[in-house]
């Protein structure tokens, strides 16, 4: 079936470190790639996405490349500030209308 | 424009107690979904909606039925709540393209956080 995996947390980084959360998925079609993220309090909302294998989605100075070879999908930043702190989450598409997510990788930033 | 706003924010149930939790988009979007969020377990699919009039089961639909009530509004209900429904509950609205394409934004609601005693 479809699952996504992540990098298990939570993760704490002092502000200005470089950060990686890990993704993978399976590799079942051709999904399209995503990463939503979710502030205290807050519903999701997309931070970036990829259709197809090789494109990279950026945003707000975070950036993840669609890796079809190794079926991965990593988030990265390399200058992480305090307003980052936030849950994130990896989702692949399953069909034309649902989403597969992770389990969610809580990210805090201290000054 | 809203997005998906979700009604009531906050709810505490008794054992066996119903109720409906109410979303609502105004995005003139197809599908509608709805979505339970427990502690790492990442989000999981209770039912959705993929065009108005149609409902399909999820991952985790035992104890919840929903209703697609025009294109704009699609709710849940639970008829007898228990314990093990304690949860965050979010709705959330796409696109729903007909051409086969796999991308498909969702769009969240800010959530309802259900407490059942």
């Known amino acids: 079936g479809n699952s996504v995996t992540q990098m298990e947390g939570p993760v704490t980084l002092s502000e200005e470190a470089f950060l990686t959360i890990n993704c993978t998925y399976t590799?079942?079609?051709?999904?399209?790639l995503f990463w939503y993220v979710q502030y205290p309090g807050e519903g999701l909302q997309l931070l970036l996405k990829?259709?197809?294998?090789?494109d990279k989605g950026s945003n707000k100075g975070f950036e993840a490349t669609y890796r079809k070879e190794t079926t991965s999908f990593h988030l990265e930043k390399g200058s992480v500030q305090v307003s980052d702190s936030a849950v994130y989450f990896c989702?692949?598409?399953?069909?034309?209308?649902?989403?597969?997510f992770g389990s969610g990788t809580q990210l805090t930033v201290l000054p | 424009n809203a997005g998906v706003t979700q009604t009531p924010k906050f709810q505490v149930l008794k054992t066996g107690q119903s109720m409906t939790l109410q979303c609502a988009q105004d995005?003139?979007?197809?599908?509608m979904y709805w979505y339970r969020q427990d502690p790492g377990m990442g989000l999981r699919l209770i039912y959705y909606?993929?065009?108005?009039?149609?409902?399909d089961k999820g991952e985790v639909p035992n104890g919840y039925n929903v209703s697609r009530l025009n294109k704009r509004e699609f709710s849940l209900r639970l008829e007898s709540a228990a314990p093990s429904q304690t949860s965050v509950y979010f709705c959330?609205?796409?696109?729903?393209?007909?051409?086969?394409?796999?991308?498909?934004?969702?769009?969240f609601g800010p959530g309802t956080r259900l407490t059942v005693l």
């Open positions: 959330a609205s796409s696109e729903g393209s007909s051409s086969g394409s796999t991308y498909n934004e969702q769009f």
């Open positions: 590799a079942t079609g051709y999904p399209s």
């Open positions: 990829a259709t197809k294998a090789d």
């Open positions: 989702a692949r598409s399953s069909s034309a209308r649902q989403l597969t």
């Open positions: 995005m003139n979007h197809n599908s």
């Open positions: 909606s993929a065009s108005e009039g149609t409902t």
